[in-house]
């Protein structure tokens, strides 16, 4: 009998389900996780791996070569472009340098795969809630090695994402100690410098083995902004940051705190060349030239330079002392140039602060030249036959329909020519332009060494001529020199780094040339004596020297000048305004005859310099005789330009001028 099946029932019940384990559980969400993350690891790797940069180049040092300008005695002046040195053994550097480095830079360096998830974290909630800035991104050692070796420093989340890529790369073909070597020796330091060694070359002057403790804080410290943590330009950020170095040293036992306590206690000092920045204006000048002169380097250039760094620090403390003390009289810039016999360039200074304006006013500037032009137009006159006693009436003069005044609107009847010049009086030297030409005036100028354009109209007697510091010192150079034409110039000798001399002056200079005969020079020294010793430049007076110049000011105060020189020197200096707007009755006897004084005192006792040749030297505080000069004043102050000797009585330097 056949077996009886309940009604309804379609054949055999199915066993019931059986629920997972939680281990079991575990273990598929596990799985599940494991394949999207793996999809999603694929699909990361397509998208940001696609125009990954070649990794072969890895060793590929790519920089613009250096250049480094000395002065005259060897000393490093500047170094442009950057700077790479021989890469330093990791064993041969003093155990707290890389310590310094993983301390603020990279805590958790010998833990992670070459990223720090919860640093990416950290950055993308700042991201997050920092909208318009830029962005963080929790940047381990390895990616910023991976950042410096491959990729741009574009702040973008594509440029992240490949970071992350090569930084994975370099740890699993590189270990620890290589990463961290090969980061070490490529970061870029600031100032030029890559590698760990270039910057302690740079900034400490010393291999970077030889680092003290507070050093290495000082450059691990700088990682988060070369420039905004420079121990040069940032001196107090720098040492902020360094003592958070050092914080972050001790609290990971990387040094005691009495290591620490010792890093406080021994100075740092920076290499004084860096520190000082001194010459950036003559470097910035003279480093056009060098590429003129050897076509852009292919490598390492060493220049030698004319300059002079102590002279150098003497005329930029000049400039800058002499421009602040004239700030109440309007006076906002300055600008000195000095050069000897030869030309050779050994101070220049093209502005009050390189680091407020970079614009040169030594070669750059072109500014009315005022009374100091008018040494061309009395040489032009000794040259036509006149001689200093030769006797002339200042007085009112009309030329064509222009009619030149003196300074104080009068006028001193009968005066010789030197008396003329010494006082700077505008209608003896705007009538002398006239009868000797301006035209021949103009040619003499450039013979001397003006380059600028020279109009003809009579005014350009007085200076109504646009030149620059540069032109007017090269242009008096041959008063100080015998005569010889100086051009001036700062590059003595181009070699590459190994020694090979791509440029030397002294092979590629042209035999001297006369440019003044006697005894026109004679003539003119013995004039240009008596602007100092009894004219309009007595503040200028520096004791026991031979010295002679002209001062200069345009008529409604632009411009002031003093240019002045003694044997085989010339000094030219220039104040005013960028705006060229007028300042407060600055004159060419003032603030510029100060400046000059001030430099030139300091300078002198190194130059050991001979007296002017050329003619009778006047004993130095000792004038020479003019008799109708001595009827004005036995011993006159320096008056302004046009302005007639105030009372004896009045003491030179306590002029209002």
């Keep these: ?129 920092h909208h318009g800035g830029a962005l963080r991104g929790g940047s381990t ?32 073909k590189f270990s620890k100690k290589e990463i961290l070597a090969l980061y070490l020796n490529r970061v870029y330091f600031g100032a030029g410098a890559y590698g760990i060694e270039a910057a302690s070359q740079r900034y400490f002057g010393k291999p970077a083995s030889e680092l003290t403790l507070g050093e290495a804080a000082l450059l691990a410290g700088m990682m988060k902004g070369p420039s905004r943590y ?16 050092l914080d972050e040293m001790v609290r990971d036992h990387a040094i005691t705190p009495e290591q620490r306590a010792q890093a406080f206690a021994t100075p740092v000092r920076v290499n004084p060349t860096l520190a000082s920045q001194r010459a950036q204006y003559f470097i910035d000048w003279v480093d056009d030239q060098v590429r003129a002169l050897v076509g852009e380097p292919t ?41 000897d016999g030869e030309g050779r360039i050994r101070s220049y200074v093209g502005g009050a602060s390189y680091a407020q304006s970079q614009f040169d006013r030594v ?36 030329i064509g329909n222009w009619e030149p005044k003196n300074y104080t609107g009068r006028y001193l009847g009968p005066i010789t020519l030197q008396t003329a010049l010494a006082q700077s009086i505008n209608t003896v030297a705007a009538r002398l332009a006239n009868e000797v030409g301006t035209g021949n005036v103009a040619a003499t100028a450039r013979r001397l060494g003006i380059t600028s354009k020279i109009q003809l109209d009579p005014s ?37 780094a190994s020694g090979r001399v791509l440029y030397d002056h002294g092979v590629e200079k042209a035999g001297r040339r006369t440019v003044i005969g006697t005894p026109a020079l004679q003539y003119m020294n013995q004039m240009l004596r008596q602007v100092i010793a009894a004219g309009t430049g007595g503040r200028a007076k520096v004791s026991g020297y031979d010295i002679a110049g002209k001062t200069g000011t345009t008529s409604d105060y632009r411009d002031a000048w003093f240019v002045g020189y003694t044997g ?50 006047t004993p130095p505080g000792e004038a ?14 320096p008056p302004v330009e046009g302005q007639p000797p105030p009372p004896a009585a009045a003491e030179p330097d306590a002029a209002p001028y």
Excluded at 67 to 89: K, T
Excluded at 367 to 396: C, H, I, N, W
């Design 230 to 245: 420079s121990p040069v330009s940032a001196t107090d950020r720098a040492e902020r940051r360094a003592t958070v170095v």
């Design 568 to 617: 085989g020197f010339v000094t030219a200096v220039w104040v005013g305004r960028d705006d060229n707007t007028p300042m407060r009755k600055v004159t060419g006897g003032g603030a510029p005859a100060g400046i000059w004084r001030d430099y030139m005192t300091a300078a002198l006792p190194r130059l050991r310099v001979q007296p002017i040749p050329g003619g009778t030297v």
């Design 1 to 129: 009998m056949a077996n009886a099946q309940s009604p309804g029932s379609g054949g055999r019940r199915p066993p019931p389900r059986r629920s997972r384990s939680p281990l079991r559980t575990l273990f598929y969400w596990t799985m599940v996780l494991g394949v999207w993350a793996a999809i999603f690891v694929a699909a990361f790797f397509a998208v940001f791996a696609i125009d990954l940069p070649d990794t072969s180049k890895l060793y590929d040092v790519k920089r613009q070569p250096s250049i480094s300008y000395l002065d005259r005695s060897g000393a490093v002046v500047a170094v442009r472009g950057s700077q790479f040195a021989p890469p330093v053994d990791l064993g041969k550097l003093p155990p707290y340098v890389p310590k310094a480095f993983i301390a603020i830079e990279d805590r958790w360096f010998y833990y992670h795969p070459g990223f720090n998830p919860w640093g990416i974290v950290r950055s993308q909630v700042y991201n997050a809630t």
């Design 299 to 339: 490598e390492d250039l060493v220049v030698e330079t004319t300059l002079d760094l102590p002279l150098q620090a003497a005329a930029e403390a000049a400039v800058r002392n002499g421009v602040a003390a004239g700030g109440k009289e309007g006076v906002r810039q300055g600008a000195l140039v000095a050069l």
């Design 141 to 172: 050692i390895t990616q910023q090695l991976a950042r410096n070796l491959f990729l741009t420093p574009a702040q973008t989340y594509r440029r992240k994402a490949q970071e992350l890529i090569l930084a994975m790369w370099l740890e699993a």
């Design 460 to 496: 350009m007697a007085l200076g109504a001529v646009e030149v620059s510091p540069m032109e007017m010192a090269q242009a008096f150079a041959p008063f100080a020199n015998g005569g010889f034409f100086a051009k001036g110039y700062g590059v003595e000798r181009i070699r590459t």
């Design 363 to 398: 070669s750059m500037a072109r500014r009315q030249a005022g009374s100091s032009f008018k040494p061309f137009v009395y040489l032009t006159a000794m040259e036509q036959g006149r001689t200093p006693d030769v006797t002339v009436v200042d007085e009112p003069i009309k």
């Design 624 to 637: 020479a005789h003019d008799p109708i000069g001595d009827l004005l004043d036995p011993q006159p102050p």
